[in-house]
């Protein structure tokens, strides 16, 4: 199952790659093309990996600065919009099999949270891909967690976000089974085996209103309080549904 996961996942990517190069992803029809595969793309990933998402809310219309917290390596899969979108992610899952190179392919913002240049030219691609019509996708955590609890928030973005007018859309993700989230320096591949080879894989997603402003340390404290509070109220969903 996983290895049809796999190959299907790197096909429809390709696939993705090359029609966004033929007719310009920056050119307004590109994008569009290119995005509904991606949908068809999310929508594979959703049947052969066994997720079954339940949504609460609904996610923007127009492109936005999305925010959620950080799980496991599919939560960008668990995000639909109805916009094209690009992803900003940790350097170091550039490499991963599959995961890592589909995301290359479909224009992911790098970041090496920890130089300080990179950081940088992370924001000023940030703000080219906005104004350009897209919207992106952002873990501002910057790394998984076991969660309910939420890490703290990198403040980069929510500086770019503030100084440019850029407005951000939170969510939080929560797994019905805890152990899906990727921590403890556990191996890639040993643990998408053994949690994504199960028939069904059961996660709550919720959207939230949209955030504007130009005090950035209020973005953050308002859009983090937001996804704390409903990472709470998902957890609690799932546990009652348990008993």
């Not at 094209?84 to 949270?113: M, N």
């Not at 967690?145 to 770019?160: I, N, Q, R, S, V």
């Not at 403890?184 to 069904?200: L, M, Q």
Request: aromatic share 12%; glycine share 6%.
């Amino acid at each position: 199952m996983l290895i049809t996961w796999a190959l299907l996942i790197t096909f429809t990517i390709l696939i993705v790659h090359i029609i966004s190069a033929l007719v310009g992803q920056r050119d307004r029809a590109g994008r569009s093309i290119a995005h509904k595969f991606f949908n068809t793309f999310l929508r594979g990933v959703h049947f052969l990996s066994g997720l079954k998402i339940y949504w609460h809310g609904a996610p923007p219309k127009d492109p936005h600065v999305m925010m959620a917290n950080h799980r496991s390596y599919v939560d960008a899969v668990v995000l639909p919009v109805s916009f094209p979108v690009v992803f900003v992610a940790r350097h170091e899952t550039k490499s991963w099999p599959v995961v890592g190179w589909g995301a290359t392919l479909l224009g992911t913002i790098w970041v090496k949270r920890d130089i300080k240049e990179s950081r940088r030219a992370t924001r000023a691609a940030l703000k080219e891909r906005l104004e350009d019509g897209y919207g992106v996708v952002i873990f501002p955590e910057g790394t998984t967690a076991k969660g309910p609890e939420l890490l703290p928030y990198h403040k980069g973005m929510f500086y770019t976000c503030a100084e440019n007018g850029f407005p951000i859309a939170p969510a939080a993700i929560e797994f019905e089974d805890p152990k899906i989230a990727w921590v403890n320096a556990e191996w890639f591949i040993p643990h998408a085996f053994r949690h994504f080879g199960k028939r069904r894989v059961v996660v709550h997603v919720s959207f939230g209103p949209s955030f504007e402003g130009k005090d950035a340390e209020k973005l953050l404290k308002d859009v983090r309080n937001w996804t704390q509070d409903e990472c709470y109220k998902l957890r609690e969903i799932i546990d009652s549904s348990k008993s």
